[in-house]
C-alpha cells in the first residue's frame, strides 16, 4: 500500500515551453502533498505544499506564477513549469503521506526535466 | 524543524552491518526521528522512525540515545542495493508536516 505515482518520468522539452508533471497517490487519499527539485549532487529542497481544494503554500525564493500547482483532488496534484528555462533542468519529485504515525511519507519516482 | 548533522560518505563492505550516525543535539520532546534513503535517480524512500525507543522492521533498526540527542540507523547485512544517500530528518509531531532534507550519507557498499 501507500503508492505515490508520478508522471512523466522524464521529459525533455523546448525553452518557453510549459511542461506539466503529475502526481497521484494510488490507494490513499492526501488531502497534502509536497513538491521537490533536486538538482545534481544535492539534496532535495522543498519548492511547495500542495492543498487539497485550496492554494499552494509555497517556500521563501519559489516562483508561484512559474510553478503553478494544482490539487483538484484528493488522489492528485499537478506541478506545471511554465515558460520553462534551462536553469529549471532538474528532479523533480512529490510526496504524500497516507498516515504519518505508521509509514511516514511515500515519494514518487521521481521526474526530469531537461529544457533545452 | 531541527538540524541535524550527518558523515558526508561512509563505506562498507557487503554482507556486513553498517550503522550510520546522526547527530541531532537540538533535539525538542516532541520531534520523530525519521530516515530515509535515496537510490540513484530514484525518489526517496521511507526506511524507518521513532521517538524514543529502538525500533526494528524489516529493513533496518533505528537505535536512538537515551539523549535523544543522536541516533544510529543499522542495516544489519548490507547489500550493493543498499548503496544510496541515507538522509536523517526530525520532525515535530505536533508542527507543520513537510520534511526538510539535510544534505545525507552517502553509503558505498563494496563488493
Known amino acids: 500500500g501507500a503508492v505515490v505515482s508520478q508522471h512523466p518520468s522524464r521529459v525533455i522539452c523546448k525553452s518557453g515551453t510549459s511542461v506539466k508533471i503529475e502526481c497521484r497517490s494510488l490507494?490513499?487519499?492526501?488531502?497534502?502533498m509536497f513538491w521537490y527539485r533536486q538538482f545534481p549532487k544535492q539534496s532535495l529542497m522543498l519548492m511547495a505544499t500542495?492543498?487539497?481544494?485550496?492554494?499552494?503554500?509555497?517556500e521563501q525564493g519559489v516562483e508561484k506564477d512559474k510553478f503553478l500547482i494544482n490539487h483538484a483532488s484528493l488522489t492528485l496534484s499537478t506541478l506545471t513549469v511554465t515558460s520553462a528555462h534551462p536553469e529549471d533542468s532538474s528532479f523533480y519529485i512529490c510526496?504524500?503521506?497516507?498516515?504519518?504515525?505508521?509509514?511516514?511519507?511515500?515519494f514518487g519516482s521521481g521526474t526530469r526535466l531537461t529544457v533545452v | 524543524d531541527a538540524k541535524t548533522t550527518q558523515p558526508n560518505s561512509m563505506e562498507s563492505n557487503e554482507e556486513e552491518p553498517v550503522h550510520l550516525p546522526c547527530n541531532h543535539s537540538?533535539?525538542?520532546?516532541?520531534?520523530?526521528i525519521h530516515w530515509y534513503r535515496q537510490l540513484p535517480s530514484q525518489g526517496p524512500e521511507y526506511v524507518i522512525h521513532?521517538?524514543?525507543s529502538n525500533v526494528n522492521n524489516r529493513m533496518a533498526s533505528l537505535a536512538i540515545a537515551e539523549d535523544r540527542k543522536s541516533s544510529t540507523l543499522i542495516l544489519h547485512r548490507a547489500t550493493l542495493r543498499d548503496a544510496a544517500v541515507y538522509y536523517c530528518?526530525?520532525?515535530?509531531?505536533?508542527?507543520?508536516?513537510?520534511?526538510?532534507f539535510g544534505t545525507g550519507t552517502r553509503l558505498t557498499i563494496i563488493p
Open positions: 510526496s504524500a503521506s497516507q498516515d504519518l504515525t505508521l509509514r511516514g511519507y511515500t
Open positions: 490507494d490513499f487519499q492526501a488531502t497534502t
Open positions: 500542495s492543498n487539497e481544494g485550496s492554494k499552494a503554500t509555497y
Open positions: 537540538t533535539i525538542s520532546g516532541t520531534d520523530y
Open positions: 521513532g521517538l524514543t
Open positions: 530528518i526530525l520532525r515535530d509531531r505536533f508542527g507543520n508536516e513537510k520534511l526538510t
